[in-house]
């Protein structure tokens, strides 16, 4: 199983340590934070994009098709009704050139095949176990 840790900092900000990488995570000043990086649900979603982002590339790439200015934009919303999550993301793919439209639902076929949709898609099984610290003062 791979392992991601997220550390206290101070406040609302926490780093996520993924192998030798580190993120920082905040709330916006408006939300109490400091906003010293991202929110979690911003991560997220930008997860699911970026994820997209990768296949596309590579479908683009194996059709020998250019794909160095491929962008994909996110925009959201979160739900007004309990529990807080997402409700509505919507990806915006930019190519740099124009497909045919089997080559438009090839990529789009890719793009939906990405782990972090299917992951949204079908739910993995979460569990939180609860582990008190105990170290030296």
Not at 15 to 21: A, P
Not at 33 to 48: I, M, Q, R, Y
């Amino acid at each position: 199983m791979d392992v991601i840790t997220v550390v206290h900092r101070t406040g609302d900000d926490f780093s996520i340590i993924i192998r030798d990488h580190v993120l920082e995570v905040d709330q916006p000043f408006a939300g109490g934070g400091l906003d010293g990086g991202p929110t979690a649900v911003e991560l997220f979603v930008a997860s699911l994009a970026a994820d997209a982002a990768h296949h596309g590339r590579r479908c683009l790439a194996d059709y020998g098709l250019p794909a160095g200015d491929l962008e994909v934009g996110a925009e959201f919303t979160m739900s007004e009704e309990p529990p807080d999550r997402v409700a509505r993301v919507r990806l915006k793919v930019r190519i740099p050139t124009r497909l045919a439209e089997h080559r438009s639902a090839e990529l789009l076929a890719a793009m939906d095949r990405c782990a972090v949709r299917g992951s949204v898609l079908q739910a993995p099984d979460l569990h939180v176990d609860i582990d008190v610290f105990t170290g030296a003062v």
